[in-house]
């Protein structure tokens, strides 16, 4: 590991330390299994107009509560809308809302954590107490807060989970910054003149890539699962959207009459969250390896 660690303190070198890592989670099963579940709801997000045998907010109304058949294979709901086709449809509002969310956190994380751990001092004190502050309050009554004044939206739930995660990608980004920036490369940097933005994007940023990015991942696994209970609580998006969390709490009321309406986007989003949380475990063992 520790020749790995000098390997990319080399920006030459870079590409090969990228190589090592792709090799070692081509080799992982949990990294592929997870790959392959997460690509399979990407591609259903994307490509669900084109293969979805019903409209998802046509009603049927003599179809109401049809199980499982030949034609519908995931049977109907109260309103005789198909269910497969709602929850490949119902994929797009959480492909949108949580890795929309992630990447601003991860954005606005890392960039908090390269300065305070960078400087130092009073700029160290002053970005991580804002950070602690922000920890303090409760998650989901903040949520609840917001959206109820604000409104909800796509993009409200997005700058809102955002900025949930924030203060945790930045603590680990502080993290990583403060174990790199007194080895020698740093030292060099400084020696030639390089400006504190250079050294900070250019030197530093690349050599902690990896635990932002194992980082980013789980907290994209927490972003889907959080959109999901903010629609599940009505904070979301408003029916008749096919959003997973939504439809749970609609099809909770017939939960009897048509059980299969809520297993299917509930099974749908659990196995989003599972794949994205084997993503995110064969990429932390790639980094510590």
């Not at 699962?225 to 629609?231: D, Y």
């Not at 084997?278 to 990429?283: F, H, I, S, T, V």
Request: net charge neutral; glycine share 8%.
């Amino acid at each position: 590991m520790s020749e790995l660690l000098s390997i990319s303190e080399s920006s030459g070198s870079r590409s090969a330390a990228a190589l090592y890592y792709v090799r070692i989670l081509m080799r992982s099963r949990t990294f592929l299994v997870g790959g392959v579940v997460v690509v399979f709801w990407l591609l259903a997000a994307a490509a669900w107009p084109f293969i979805v045998p019903y409209d998802p907010q046509a009603v049927a109304p003599f179809d109401a509560f049809s199980p499982p058949n030949a034609v519908h294979w995931l049977g109907t709901d109260q309103l005789g809308r198909d269910v497969f086709s709602r929850v490949l449809a119902g994929s797009t509002s959480v492909l949108a809302i949580a890795p929309a969310a992630t990447v601003l956190a991860v954005f606005a994380g890392s960039l908090i954590g390269l300065v305070a751990g960078y400087y130092g001092g009073i700029a160290d004190d002053l970005l991580m107490r804002f950070v602690d502050a922000q920890l303090a309050f409760p998650g989901l009554i903040t949520a609840v807060m917001v959206l109820g004044l604000l409104g909800p939206s796509e993009l409200n739930m997005i700058l809102l989970i955002a900025i949930f995660f924030t203060p945790l990608v930045a603590r680990v980004a502080r993290s990583s910054v403060l174990g790199e920036r007194e080895k020698d490369y740093i030292g060099a940097a400084r020696m030639r003149g390089e400006r504190s933005p250079y050294v900070m994007f250019i030197e530093i940023l690349p050599n902690i890539t990896g635990p932002i990015v194992v980082e980013g991942t789980v907290r994209l696994g927490y972003a889907v699962f959080t959109a999901a209970t903010l629609s599940f609580l009505g904070l979301g998006l408003q029916p008749p959207s096919p959003d997973w969390g939504r439809t749970v709490s609609e099809q909770a009321n017939y939960l009897q009459d048509a059980p299969w309406a809520l297993l299917g986007p509930a099974v749908a989003l659990a196995t989003l969250v599972v794949g994205v949380n084997l993503l995110a475990d064969g990429l932390r063992r790639a980094v510590r390896e």
